[in-house]
């Protein structure tokens, strides 16, 4: 059911101990409708799996989504919008995310990551922008990305193409009324890291501790939220100083 609250779409919400479930429990409590995105497969090639207690992610409206697909971006848009309304804001959480260096990444590896994470992310920007209707000034695009790259080059290079294209988007979209950012939560617990990584990184942090899935969460919400209107075309690292 369609209603007053303003409506925001959140991407890559697999696993209740994600980023993206953070924000969404955030965005929830602090007055959004949220409409979110999983892709099954996916975690069924990663060593955690899926996550069998999703419904107690705090959506609206929680879908499949196969991001690899170029079809997908409209085809999303075009359900969410007609069973909640029009698009508000949209947070870009999901990834493709598979360790690989220059000499052991396969082609097809490398042309999955730039699939997902930069041209779906791309249409998904380009549809939102297409569709918005929301009162100008209001419209809100938040992407997570990472710095990320060695021993990664994939994920690391097809983040570091989504910044361009966020940054694009600050421009192009600011008069109809939307902003765009990106956010590099740095290493953060969600279940990933081993011990001994999770304790090298704790004490390399200034304050001492790794980053929480709710740290990240609470930079979105703000940056979503009327305070954060002015807040146009940054890459903001948020990792408790770790950089």
């Known amino acids: 059911m369609k209603s007053e609250r303003p409506l925001a779409l959140v991407t890559g919400v697999g696993r209740r101990a994600g980023i993206g479930a953070a924000i969404v429990a955030r965005l929830a409590a602090t007055g959004w409708d949220v409409a979110c995105t999983h892709w099954s497969p996916y975690d069924d090639r990663m060593p955690w799996g899926q996550d069998e207690g999703r419904d107690e992610i705090a959506a609206a409206l929680e879908l499949e989504a196969d991001l690899e697909d170029p079809a997908t971006p409209s085809t999303l848009f075009d359900r969410v919008t007609a069973e909640l309304g029009d698009v508000r804001a949209l947070v870009l959480a999901h990834c493709e995310s598979v360790d ?21 992310s791309w249409l998904l920007i380009r549809e939102f922008a297409q569709r918005y209707r929301g009162p100008r000034g209001d419209g809100r695009i938040v992407a997570l990305t990472s710095d990320d790259v060695v021993g990664n080059v994939p994920y690391g290079a097809s983040k570091g193409a989504l910044d361009r294209i966020v940054l694009a988007a600050a421009s192009e979209l600011g ?17 990933w890291l081993t011990c001994d990584l999770a304790a090298a990184l704790a004490t390399r942090t200034p304050l001492g501790r790794l980053g929480l899935p709710r740290d990240c969460a609470n930079l979105v919400s703000f940056l979503l939220g009327p305070e954060g209107g002015w807040i146009n075309g940054q890459l903001l690292t948020s990792n408790g100083g770790l950089s």
């Open 175 to 191: 008069p109809l009324g939307i902003t765009a950012n990106a956010v590099n939560p740095g290493p953060t617990d969600t279940g």
């Open 100 to 120: 690989s260096g220059l000499l052991d990444t396969t082609t097809d590896s490398f042309d999955r990551h730039f699939a997902v994470n930069t041209r779906a």
